[in-house]
Every structure is written in C-alpha cells, then in structure tokens.
C-alpha cells in the first residue's frame, strides 16, 4: 500500500488547511489511517485517526475540537481538516494506515500502523 500526503502549506495562525492521504490499495475501506506530526527536535505524535469499517474517529487533545478527520472510500482517501490552527501546529504532518484497527488505543500507538506515506509540512505562522 502506498500512501501519498498532500495539502500542507504556509498559513497565518487562526486558518486553515486540509490534508489529504490518498492510497493506492482497492482496499482502502479495510484499513484504518492515522495523521501524525512531528515537530523539529520533537517525537513523532499522534494527531487524529478514523477506524475501518465504523469509522470512528480519535484525537488528540491538543487538536480535539479544532481538526476533523474523515474518509471517502470512493476515493481511496482520507481527509484531516484543520481550523483555528496555531503556530504550535508547526510539523510535518504523515499519514499512516493499520489493516483493520478500530480500538483508540491501538489507532495511537504509531508502531501499530503497517504503512506510511511521506508527509506534508504545515507551517503556521503567528
């Protein structure tokens, strides 16, 4: 599975953004994905993901309120729209994709994703 990120930018605290993780599998719909970001000098962190089948969604607290994940299997992509960002939300932002994951605490753990696509950087500036 190959997962390709895209709809980063420059944007001025207080905007916004959507992300986009396209894959290349036909059995998009199996595969629960998860957004992940890291920070210069930071660790990777998880942000938001949607589960396979149910579609439920998780977040961070830091982001909870603010950014909305959603999937479009039709589409073989997942979405992460991101409002009020703040400067704080400055990081490489990667997708990730778990064959058939659904539990919270799997979907935050980034050693439980199979797949990673190659990340799109946001910079949010004060």
């Known amino acids: 599975v190959q997962l390709q990120a895209s709809g980063g930018g420059l944007v001025q605290a207080g905007g916004s953004l959507r992300l986009s993780c396209a894959a290349s599998?036909?059995?998009?719909?199996?595969?629960?994905v998860g957004w992940f970001r890291q920070a210069p000098g930071k660790e990777r962190e998880f942000v938001a993901a949607?589960?396979?089948?149910?579609?439920?969604?998780y977040y961070a607290d830091s982001v909870k309120g603010r950014f909305t994940i959603s999937r479009d299997n039709a589409k073989n992509t997942v979405y992460l729209q991101m409002n009020s960002l703040k400067p704080e939300d400055t990081a490489i932002y990667y997708c990730a994709a778990a064959f058939g994951r659904s539990s919270q605490s799997s979907l935050q753990d980034l050693t439980k994703y199979n797949y990673w696509g190659q990340g799109t950087k946001v910079t949010v500036s004060s």
């Open positions: 599998t036909r059995t998009f719909s199996n595969y629960a």
């Open positions: 949607i589960s396979w089948s149910i579609d439920k969604t």
